[in-house]
């Protein structure tokens, strides 16, 4: 009788299990953490390096003394309103306010509509000469201001436009439209051709087709043209110094000089009146910003 025997079982393997949890795998284009930090402290040290000058300023404002940004410590004990009160009420500020406004909507309104008008007729017609006609606007943009005010001068003369709110503006639109003219062009580029084709079908003329269809899509453009057009007339020294004449018909900054003279410079009330002209531009920002970053980035490309 044959006996066999069973081989012996092996002994049971241990099977390990692994608790730690997966790595995570970085998405392609996504940055590390470090170089997210690294990123984060950059724009932060921008922004305080963009608004240091801005803080400055409304801190020396506050000082009563002319001479307080010699001692700017000083200040700290002794802020007032002081200087805000006194431009409001005993200098031309509001007459300041007034021609700024008149001359700065007045280029923005003229400027964007003639920008515009040029624009769209080079992204879509193709006439002679339309290639010539944009090198030209940028041609005009590289003469400096000092070799214009002469010939400029003579011209307002001639037409009797000197000290006039009309000739300071076609001025600036002089300007402002061949930037604009550019910039706008390339926004209309973006606007698909079929558009247009679409208004003809409809029975809508060109200037219908433009005016009805088209600016409502440019929308974003015309706020980017018209805040440059703004800005560019606001802060303007050197044309308004030099065709506004009287007094009352100032911007403000040709008013903003009325402080410095050769022998005494009231920098306190210079600071009061800076802060209070900012506030109208930071009103006209508010109201564009929704459109300003897409008007910025949509004509960089174009289909």
């Known amino acids: ?51 240091f000058p801005v803080a400055w300023l409304v801190y020396l404002s506050l000082g009563p003394d002319k001479d307080d940004y010699l001692h700017p410590g000083g200040i700290w004990s002794k802020m007032t309103l002081d200087n805000y009160a006194f431009v409001l009420q005993h200098t031309n500020f509001f ?22 008008t040029t624009g769209y ?50 001025v600036y639109c002089s300007t ?20 247009d084709e679409a208004g003809r079908v409809d029975g809508l003329s060109p200037f219908g087709t433009f005016f009805r269809l088209i600016l409502p899509l440019a929308r974003p ?32 900054a040709v008013g903003l000089q009325s402080f410095v003279s050769e022998h005494d410079a009231q920098r306190h009330l210079m600071a009061a009146t800076a802060v209070l002209v900012a506030i109208p531009v930071s009103a006209f920002f508010y109201l564009v910003q929704k459109n300003l970053v897409t008007g910025l980035t949509a004509g960089g490309t174009k289909g």
Do not use: N
């Open 176 to 195: 402002a439209v061949p930037y604009c003219a550019w910039l706008l062009k390339g926004y209309f580029d973006t606007i698909p051709f079929e558009i």
């Open 95 to 116: 007459d300041w306010l007034k021609s700024s406004l008149i001359v700065s909507l007045g280029t923005t309104v003229i400027g964007v509509l003639v920008a515009a």
């Open 221 to 252: 453009g015309l706020a980017v043209a018209g805040f440059y057009s703004f800005i560019t007339a606001f802060g303007e020294v050197a044309f308004a110094s030099t065709f506004m004449l009287s007094d009352t018909k100032y911007t403000f």
């Open 121 to 170: 007729a080079v992204s879509r017609m193709r006439f002679p000469g339309y290639r010539k006609l944009m090198w030209v606007l940028l041609v005009t943009q590289m003469f400096p201001i000092a070799v214009l005010i002469v010939p400029m001068y003579q011209i307002l003369s001639g037409l009797q436009l000197v000290d006039s709110y009309l000739g300071l503006v076609l």
């Open 1 to 51: 009788m044959s006996t066999s025997t069973a081989p012996a079982k092996a002994p049971a393997e241990q099977t390990t299990v692994s608790t730690a949890p997966p790595r995570r795998v970085r998405a392609r284009g996504e940055r590390g953490r470090a170089a997210s930090l690294a990123s984060h402290g950059v724009l932060t040290v921008a922004s305080l390096v963009a608004l």
